[in-house]
Structure formats: structure tokens, C-alpha cells
């Protein structure tokens, strides 16, 4: 089978081609796991984490990627699902399957500890291969998989209240998911959008922000929550300028790199942290997240907004999501 294969770490910075294609032989699944032909697989700002050496891989080489679209072609023993089910991969490839399975020990990751879906073939435990609804096409719901799915866990983690106010910082894969989902659930929030980019605040606009600004801006009032999808840390400290007494800001990244890691030097305990605001992190996703939000996401529906890049031009895409401003959330085609 084609695969795309991290075999070092590397900058996204200067180097254009961090993955090299290769074949690799087709795994068998074991017992209780499925066989899925890939379709499409998403770009998730994780792999640059990866790439870049800012979330070590166990083992190298590893296959990246975990927003997995494709069917069901081989089943191991005991296995009770079907060939030909057009299934879903997330980040979460198995754990111990309880509440907290996103923070036990016994967590696996689809793309850093098992080869993920940036090939034509992968297994998985049934239990974590999710029914795609019928609404979405291969390409649209590949992003669901974690920039959807994780934006559904960390709206849940914020602890909104229809009425209060939500703020989104950075406008990529997962904050363009989140503003409809937020809109949907909660009628009468207001969504107020902080992005770098003007296109990216252009987006939002369209997709009914109330109010959009730079990372750096102040909203114009204090917000009950917001949610942090960026890498960098500037944003985290003026989020925490932007909320209410007793907000709270939650952030959605596995890794944060340390460009601008300096600017931790400018909180002040009283004018950021005071008044009981909260910190919150976001730590994987579970089973459950992906199996819940999935049909939410049909029946609202979620509106993808996604580029196709084939396999080989993963590195493309890579290096785009590292170097220019993000619109949506891209996508590698494998069939």
C-alpha cells in the first residue's frame, strides 16, 4: 500500500518534505479489529506537533494521521461489524473505554503510537471505527473526526449556558466547526471571533460572528468563555484579558510552541487571573465524543469547508498549514 512515513523530526520552517512516500505491506487486523480501505484522511495541526518534535512518537518511523474516512474491508476474529460499513477513525485509536478514557494510561493515539490514516490501509479496534451519517461526503466528514470532535469536548468543557457569551481564538479546522455547533445548541449565545488572518475573520463573519478582531484585540465586553485553537501563546494571555469574572478559557491543543513563549511574562494575577477565571485543557477525546457528536453534526448539519490534496502532496499541505493563513481544514484523498 502508498503511505506517507515520518521517519525524523524536522522544522516545517525550511524543510518542504518532512514525509517521504513508500509502500508498505497491507496490515492484518488481530482480534477484534477492522481492516479500512482509506478514502481521506485530514491534516490536523498535531502532525506538525509530530514533525516538529513537540509530541515525541514512541517509534519511528510512524504513519501520521487520525481524521480517517473509509470502509470497512478485512475483519480480525470475534469481530461483529460488516465489510463494506463506511466507518470513522479518530485520535483516539483504543483505551480502557470508560468516561476517562481520554487521560488513562492505557491511551493509544491513531498516527503517533499506531500508524494512522495518511495510508491507503490501517486497523483498528472495532469499538473505535464509528459509523459515518449518510449526509456527509468522505471529504466533508473527515474533519469531523477531531477538529470536530474535540471542538464538540471543549464547548462542553467550557461550561456554556445559552445566553452567555463564547469567544473562539484562531479560525481554523476546529473553530469553524465549533461557531455552528455553538449556534445550533446555544441560540441566544453570541459568538465573538479573534483571528490574525482578515480572511479568516471574513469566515467567521459569514458564519455568524458577532463580533471578529485580531488575536490581540479586546472584544467589546468581557466574555463567560472562550476557546483557544492556536499554537502560540499571545492568544492564551489575551484571552484571559477578554473574560468575565469566573469565565473560563479552555485550550485545544495537544502541544503549544514556544515562538512566543515569552509573552507568559505578562500575566499579572490581578488583572488576568483573578476573580476565580479558569484555565481548562483539553486532553484527547473519547469514544463517546466522537460517537455523540457525530450524528449532531448531521442532524444540525455541520458545513465543512475543506481542500483535497492528494496523498502524494501531503507535504503540500503540511507545510501550508505551517507557513499561511488557514480557511477550513484540509484533506488527503486516497481513493
Known amino acids: 500500500m502508498r503511505a506517507m512515513q515520518l521517519d525524523r523530526y524536522t522544522s516545517l520552517l ?49 504513519v501520521p494521521g487520525h481524521q480517517v474516512v473509509g470502509r470497512i474491508a478485512g475483519c480480525g476474529d470475534r469481530v461483529t461489524r460488516k465489510s463494506g460499513e463506511r466507518v470513522g477513525v479518530g485520535w483516539i485509536h483504543h483505551s480502557c473505554g470508560g468516561a476517562r478514557e481520554n487521560i488513562s494510561d492505557e491511551f493509544v493515539a491513531t498516527g503517533l503510537h499506531v500508524n494512522g490514516g495518511y495510508a491507503e490501509y490501517l486497523t483498528v479496534p472495532e469499538a473505535y471505527a464509528f459509523p459515518i451519517p449518510d449526509r456527509f461526503s468522505d471529504a466533508d466528514a473527515a474533519p469531523l473526526l477531531c477538529a470536530g470532535a474535540i471542538g464538540f469536548r471543549a464547548l462542553e468543557l467550557t461550561g456554556l449556558r445559552d445566553g452567555d457569551t463564547l469567544g473562539l481564538t484562531g479560525f481554523g479546522g476546529s473553530a469553524h ?76 491543543a495537544i502541544r503549544k510552541e514556544d515562538g512566543d513563549k515569552t509573552a507568559l511574562l505578562e500575566l499579572d494575577y490581578h488583572h488576568h487571573l483573578w476573580m476565580e477565571r479558569e484555565i481548562k485543557s483539553v486532553a484527547n477525546i ?36 505551517k507557513r499561511e493563513p488557514v480557511r477550513g481544514a484540509k484533506v488527503l484523498r486516497l481513493r
Open 177 to 252: 466547526i465549533v461557531i455552528q455547533l455553538a449556534r445550533h445548541r446555544f441560540p441566544r449565545s453570541r459568538v465573538f471571533v479573534f483571528a490574525r488572518d482578515a480572511s479568516a475573520r471574513n469566515f467567521a463573519r459569514s458564519l455568524g460572528a458577532e463580533w471578529v478582531g485580531d488575536t490581540t484585540d479586546r472584544a467589546p465586553e468581557l466574555l463567560d468563555a472562550v476557546i483557544d485553537t492556536t499554537p502560540a501563546w499571545t492568544p492564551v494571555v489575551r484571552a484571559l484579558e477578554n473574560l468575565k469574572p469566573g469565565g473560563r478559557l479552555v485550550i485545544n
Open 286 to 321: 473519547t469514544g463517546n465524543d466522537i460517537a455523540t457528536f457525530l450524528p449532531l453534526a448531521a442532524a444540525i448539519p455541520i458545513l465543512t469547508e475543506v481542500e483535497i490534496y492528494p496523498l502524494e502532496r501531503a507535504n503540500e499541505a503540511l507545510v501550508a498549514l
Open 14 to 62: 525550511t524543510d518542504n518534505a518532512p514525509l517521504h512516500l513508500l509502500d508498505l505491506p497491507v496490515p492484518e487486523p488481530g482480534p477484534g479489529e477492522v481492516l479500512i480501505e482509506v478514502s481521506m484522511c485530514g491534516v490536523c495541526h498535531t502532525e506538525l506537533d509530530e514533525i516538529e518534535g513537540r509530541l515525541p512518537v514512541p517509534t519511528l518511523p510512524v
